[in-house]
């Protein structure tokens, strides 16, 4: 995960947080399609000042949000003071030994309060006492039980009475792990398809598979590769218009792979 996003990514996740495609985006800021495709071109360097204001404006954001010199869209002066955070806490944060971006994730995962609240609770030894009884009733229990019966000593009802009782920090280090577990499982599930995330399969596992998909589908043996290619990209080839694809197909079919492949239809129906 980066610990920084460009300003293409931030403008690209800002339309489709909105669920906006680039022709609707345009539509509601006055800026042409084109130009807002550019502005999420990785490669694209200029941005058009003006835009760049009604662009901050209709999401609501400072232009220094935009332009990555803040992480804050709605908290842009908010005074240290207010955060109470420790110096070594500042230091860190200032240090970039950290990645503050995935650092912020897991604070605002909606199942870190419960994990603050658990850690809270074993730190201060809240339930401390709580713990120390429950075991201790369990444990004259089996003690009783056991001097009554002295063939009880390690069997299944002694064993169980003792199996009860619980260690606080045992408790503890298990609700919090699976608390922990759940956040950083969101917070991978949602950066699956980063471009910098490994992917869970292999390319070579996932080009088969599309190429099983592609085969399947209606279509010459052109659209059929075309497919298997925008597929990979997640560009839907049906959506693109009659002329594109005449265009696309065109170009594929200087390449002498498709001329001399069996499975060019129309290559071997011209024999």
């Known amino acids: 995960m980066k610990s920084c996003i460009s300003i293409q990514e931030r403008l690209k996740d800002l339309r489709v947080e909105r669920h906006l495609n680039l022709m609707e985006l345009s539509a509601a800021t006055g800026i042409s399609k084109s130009a807002l495709g550019d502005y999420e071109n990785i490669d694209y360097k200029e941005i058009n000042h003006g835009n760049l204001v009604t662009l901050a404006k209709f999401y609501g954001v400072s232009t220094d949000y935009l332009l990555c010199m803040t992480e804050n869209r709605n908290h842009p002066n908010t005074a240290l003071t207010e955060l109470h955070l420790s110096d070594e806490m500042v230091n860190l944060l200032r240090s970039g030994r950290i990645n503050n971006r995935l650092l912020c994730e897991i604070v605002t995962n909606d199942k870190f309060e419960k994990l603050m609240t658990d ?6 030894g809240h339930a401390t006492a709580h713990f120390r ?3 201790e009733a369990l444990e004259d229990q ?3 039980l ?7 000593d390690g069997d299944l009802y002694s064993e169980t009475l003792l199996a009860a009782q619980v260690e606080e920090e045992d408790f ?3 609700i919090t792990h699976k608390t922990w577990d759940a956040i950083l499982r969101d917070i991978r599930k949602a950066h699956e398809r980063d471009i910098e995330s490994t992917p869970d399969f292999s390319l070579a596992k996932k080009m088969a598979q599309e190429i099983q998909k ?3 589908a209606p279509g010459d043996h052109l659209a059929k590769i075309w497919k298997v290619i925008f597929n990979m990209l997640d560009i839907d080839f049906d959506k693109l218009s009659a002329d594109e694809q005449k265009v696309l197909k065109k170009v594929l079919s200087k390449s002498p792979v498709i001329k001399n492949n069996p499975l060019n239809f129309r290559r071997r129906g011209k024999k």
Do not use: P, Q, S, V
Request: hydrophobic residues 40%.
């Open 214 to 216: 592609a085969l399947k």
């Open 146 to 152: 056991i001097g009554k019966h002295r063939h009880a």
């Open 142 to 144: 089996r003690l009783a």
């Open 119 to 124: 850690t809270e609770i074993y730190i201060d």
């Open 133 to 135: 009884d429950m075991n």
């Open 172 to 174: 503890f280090c298990h």
